[in-house]
Nanobody
Framework: QMRLVESGGGSVQAGGSLRLSCVVS????????MAWFRQAPGKEREGVAV????????NYADSVKGRFTISVDNAKNTVYLQMNSLTPEDTAMYYC???????????????????WGQGTQVTVSS
């Protein structure tokens, strides 16, 4: 059974940075698409970034391009999300997710991901 545990959330001022971590156990992330999603109160869950833990292919939502960077450490079975130049619009619960089947897909659709963490809260104040 795959288990995902996020950490690194917190409260920061606009313009600040945070680094989220997602430690995966029970299954290797190598060869699987790993993603970060976020959900703000009253809004639908949206994809933020995805990475293919083999070759390192990535895709980002337009709203975070140039500010967020997704990466993996296969040796640690961990996925990261470096978030810079944060704005209040980035405030949300952030979730790590693993695609249900192995392989690469740049599509950030929640229905493609069958494994989820419990989430870590990010709050950005103006």
């Amino acid at each position: 059974q795959m288990r995902l545990v996020e950490s690194g959330g917190g409260s920061v001022q606009a313009g600040g940075s945070l680094r989220l971590s997602c430690v995966v156990s029970g299954y290797t992330i190598r060869g699987r698409s790993m993603a970060w999603f976020r959900q703000a109160p009253g809004k639908e869950r949206e994809g933020v970034a995805v990475i293919y833990s083999g070759p390192g292919s990535t895709n980002y939502a337009d709203s975070v391009k140039g500010r967020f960077t997704i990466s993996v450490d296969n040796a640690k079975n961990t996925v990261y999300l470096q978030m810079n130049s944060l704005t209040p619009e980035d405030t949300a619960m952030y979730y790590c997710a693993a695609r249900t089947v192995a392989g690469w897909s740049p599509v950030l659709a929640p229905q493609l991901y069958g494994y989820w963490g419990q989430g870590t809260q990010v709050t950005v104040s103006s």
